[in-house]
């Protein structure tokens, strides 16, 4: 059957994601990502069930449960109920040998053995030691069908597998044509074909709506009044014709679309619509060579404005960083004259502070003295003076 | 090629049991991957007589990333954008809410739903949804005519 298998699965092994089930399973036993029965179920914190490998998929891709988005992280992600692994597994399925002829159906679970060590169709490896054919099981027994064997009729080596398959093209064979069962040798074969006159065949213009098909001896008959035979160079005209004229209406069309905003206003209505639309329609059509030069000067035009406005944008961004450096600078420089200013007054300050407090010193002095041997009335004088000079004091603080 | 089990396991049971006014198919045998859907206007809606068709792309990802959804149709739609692109903006076919578990048959039905009542929360043409809500006659003739001029 299958000439080579890959060499190095000696067995194949069952894709349980591509079986055919024998009954369609319930709803319930699908899993929401590959709408398939499941396959190693495993159940989310939110209590949704998938396949193992679905699962793990989508996680891959985003951290939420498939079914109602909630956060879901790989460790909320257990091992189903055995119940549900049981009613999956128990499904019944066909062989996926089924195709070249297994009509054995069983359990899920139980298929891979079944496939592995019973099944008649299942591919394995050829019995004869050094060959690495593939055979069918039911074939195994006899001699290894991959050995060559010449070809009794072209001397040929051919393999015993292809011999069958060799036949129908062997060139010292000959075949019957399908159409009119003469025999014609195999190499001819294929010239015959293109002129066999029971070959049933379709008009010359079925591609432009004639139904008829006869066989080929016949149909000249019929090609001699067909309609759509005596109209095929015009139509075919026309073909060509409206292929060219749609490429230019599509050129055209997406001019206009860099042109005139394809979106209508809403405020214009349903009569302003219609109005662009016919506009479409009637500017295919109309478009002569001066309305085309017209449009493409318009679109060199605005191209050019746009760059210019482009062009003075960026001048008009570079002039704002300049004047911010300059603000900036300026802004620097009276920063800095403003602190030699302030250290200036600073000292001044400090000059101040201490002529002040030597002149107190000494006038403290003067007034103590005198104050003693004097009345109370010049006491209260010696006190006004104090407070003055504390007074000022203060003020040469506050500057 | 788990992707694949999937969508063709999806196929045959669309086709099993397809939609009312939703057809779809491959656009060929050997890619998956690719969906033709077919969209009849639903009567008693503006788009009512119309055809419409669609592309439905499913990434190499599905079913871990949404499919896309494409009107090759022009449609006058608040959740359809009016572009060479024509994408239908569904709420479940953003990545950030899609879900493994939505089924293809499921995102055609809400398309489908979609012709019936759209979705102006949705929308991604925003002057044709603020249209739908305050002037529905003027939305409903715009409608009609391009449903009548594209969709026949």
Same mark, same amino acid.
């Given at each position: 059957?299958?000439?080579?298998?890959?060499?190095?699965?000696s067995?194949?092994?069952?894709?349980?994601?591509a079986?055919?089930?024998?009954?369609?399973?319930? *709803?319930?036993?699908l899993?929401?990502?590959?709408?398939?029965?499941?396959?190693t179920?495993?159940?989310t914190?939110?209590?949704?069930?998938?396949c193992?490998?679905?699962?793990?998929?989508?996680?891959?891709?985003?951290?939420?449960?498939?079914?109602?988005?909630?956060?879901?992280?790989?460790?909320?992600?257990?091992?189903?109920?055995?119940?549900?692994?049981?009613?999956?597994?128990?499904?019944?399925v066909?062989?996926?040998?089924?195709?070249?002829?297994?009509?054995?159906?069983?359990?899920?679970?139980?298929?891979?053995?079944?496939?592995?060590?019973?099944?008649?169709?299942?591919?394995?490896?050829?019995?004869?030691?050094?060959?690495?054919?593939?055979?069918?099981?039911?074939?195994?027994?006899?001699?290894?069908?991959h050995?060559?064997?010449?070809? *009794?009729?072209?001397?040929?080596?051919?393999?015993?597998?292809?011999?069958?398959?060799?036949?129908?093209?062997?060139?010292?064979?000959?075949?019957?044509? @399908?159409?009119?069962?003469?025999?014609?040798?195999n190499?001819?074969?294929g010239?015959?074909? =293109?002129?066999?006159?029971?070959?049933?065949?379709?008009?010359? *213009?079925?591609h432009?709506?004639?139904?008829?098909?006869?066989?080929?001896?016949? =149909?000249?008959?019929?090609?001699?009044?067909?309609?759509?035979?005596?109209?095929?160079?015009?139509?075919?005209?026309?073909?060509?014709?409206?292929?060219?004229?749609?490429?230019?209406?599509?050129?055209?069309?997406?001019? =206009?679309?860099?042109?005139?905003?394809?979106?209508?206003?809403?405020?214009?209505?349903?009569?302003?619509?219609?109005?662009?639309?016919?506009?479409y329609n009637?500017?295919? @059509?109309?478009?002569?060579s001066?309305?085309?030069?017209?449009?493409?000067?318009?679109?060199?035009?605005?191209?050019?404005?746009?760059?210019?406005?482009?062009?003075?944008?960026?001048q008009?961004?570079?002039?704002?960083?300049?004047?911010?450096?300059?603000?900036?600078?300026?802004?620097?420089?009276?920063?800095?004259?403003?602190?030699?200013?302030?250290?200036?007054?600073?000292?001044l300050?400090m000059?101040?502070?201490w002529?002040? *407090?030597?002149?107190?010193?000494?006038?403290?002095?003067?007034?103590?003295?005198?104050?003693?041997?004097?009345?109370?009335?010049?006491?209260?004088?010696?006190?006004?003076?104090?407070?003055?000079?504390?007074?000022?004091?203060?003020?040469?603080?506050?500057? | 090629?788990a992707a694949?089990?999937?969508?063709?396991?999806?196929?045959?049971?669309f086709?099993?049991?397809p939609?009312?006014?939703?057809?779809?198919?491959?656009?060929?045998?050997?890619?998956?991957?690719?969906w033709?859907?077919?969209?009849?206007?639903?009567?008693?809606?503006p788009?009512?007589?119309?055809?419409?068709?669609?592309?439905?792309?499913?990434?190499?990802?599905?079913?871990?990333?949404?499919?896309?959804?494409?009107?090759?149709?022009?449609? $006058?739609?608040?959740?359809?954008?009016? &572009? &060479?692109?024509?994408?239908?903006?569904?709420?479940?076919?953003?990545?950030?809410?899609?879900?493994?578990?939505?089924?293809?048959?499921?995102?055609?039905?809400?398309?489908?739903?979609?012709l019936?009542e759209?979705n102006? &929360?949705?929308?991604v043409?925003?002057?044709?949804?603020?249209? $739908?809500?305050?002037?529905?006659d003027?939305?409903?003739?715009?409608?009609?005519?391009?449903?009548?001029?594209?969709?026949?």
């Amino acid at each position: 059957m299958a000439p080579s298998r890959s060499s190095k699965n000696s067995l194949q092994s069952v894709d349980l994601r591509a079986l055919d089930y024998l009954t369609s399973p319930s *709803a319930n036993l699908l899993c929401p990502i590959c709408h398939a029965p499941l396959i190693t179920p495993v159940q989310t914190r939110c209590l949704h069930t998938f396949c193992s490998a679905c699962i793990s998929l989508s996680l891959e891709r985003s951290l939420t449960c498939p079914v109602d988005r909630k956060p879901l992280n790989h460790d909320d992600v257990t091992p189903a109920p055995i119940m549900i692994a049981n009613l999956v597994n128990d499904l019944v399925v066909l062989c996926p040998n089924r195709e070249k002829g297994c009509t054995t159906s069983c359990a899920r679970w139980l298929v891979e053995s079944h496939v592995r060590e019973d099944c008649e169709f299942a591919a394995i490896k050829c019995a004869k030691e050094g060959c690495d054919g593939m055979v069918e099981r039911r074939e195994a027994e006899g001699e290894c069908v991959h050995e060559e064997v010449e070809c *009794a009729f072209c001397q040929g080596p051919i393999r015993k597998l292809d011999i069958e398959i060799h036949y129908k093209e062997c060139p010292k064979l000959s075949s019957d044509c @399908r159409y009119c069962s003469k025999s014609f040798p195999n190499p001819e074969l294929g010239a015959h074909k =293109l002129i066999c006159p029971d070959e049933v065949i379709d008009c010359a *213009a079925s591609h432009f709506g004639c139904s008829y098909s006869s066989r080929r001896s016949e =149909l000249d008959e019929h090609l001699s009044h067909c309609h759509f035979v005596a109209l095929t160079p015009i139509l075919q005209l026309h073909t060509e014709r409206i292929e060219t004229l749609e490429l230019e209406n599509k050129a055209v069309r997406q001019k =206009l679309d860099l042109l005139v905003p394809p979106r209508p206003l809403p405020t214009q209505g349903s009569g302003a619509n219609s109005s662009t639309a016919n506009d479409y329609n009637s500017a295919g @059509r109309d478009m002569t060579s001066e309305m085309q030069d017209y449009t493409y000067h318009l679109y060199s035009e605005y191209e050019q404005l746009r760059s210019d406005v482009e062009r003075l944008n960026a001048q008009i961004r570079e002039l704002d960083v300049k004047q911010d450096m300059a603000r900036f600078n300026e802004g620097l420089r009276y920063n800095d004259e403003m602190a030699g200013v302030r250290a200036a007054i600073n000292g001044l300050r400090m000059q101040l502070h201490w002529l002040v *407090a030597s002149r107190r010193e000494t006038g403290a002095g003067g007034a103590g003295a005198a104050a003693g041997p004097r009345s109370i009335g010049g006491s209260s004088v010696g006190g006004d003076g104090r407070r003055m000079s504390v007074d000022s004091a203060r003020q040469v603080v506050k500057l | 090629m788990a992707a694949v089990k999937r969508i063709t396991r999806e196929l045959a049971e669309f086709s099993n049991n397809p939609l009312p006014g939703v057809s779809a198919g491959l656009v060929s045998e050997k890619d998956v991957f690719k969906w033709n859907v077919i969209l009849t206007g639903p009567k008693g809606s503006p788009y009512s007589g119309g055809v419409f068709t669609l592309n439905l792309n499913l990434p190499t990802e599905y079913p871990f990333k949404p499919p896309t959804l494409n009107f090759t149709t022009k449609i $006058y739609h608040p959740n359809v954008s009016n &572009d &060479d692109k024509g994408s239908m903006c569904l709420g479940i076919l953003r990545s950030d809410s899609w879900k493994p578990s939505c089924k293809i048959s499921q995102v055609l039905e809400m398309a489908a739903g979609l012709l019936n009542e759209p979705n102006v &929360d949705d929308a991604v043409e925003t002057s044709i949804a603020d249209e $739908y809500k305050n002037s529905p006659d003027s939305f409903e003739k715009t409608a009609r005519e391009w449903t009548r001029q594209y969709a026949k």
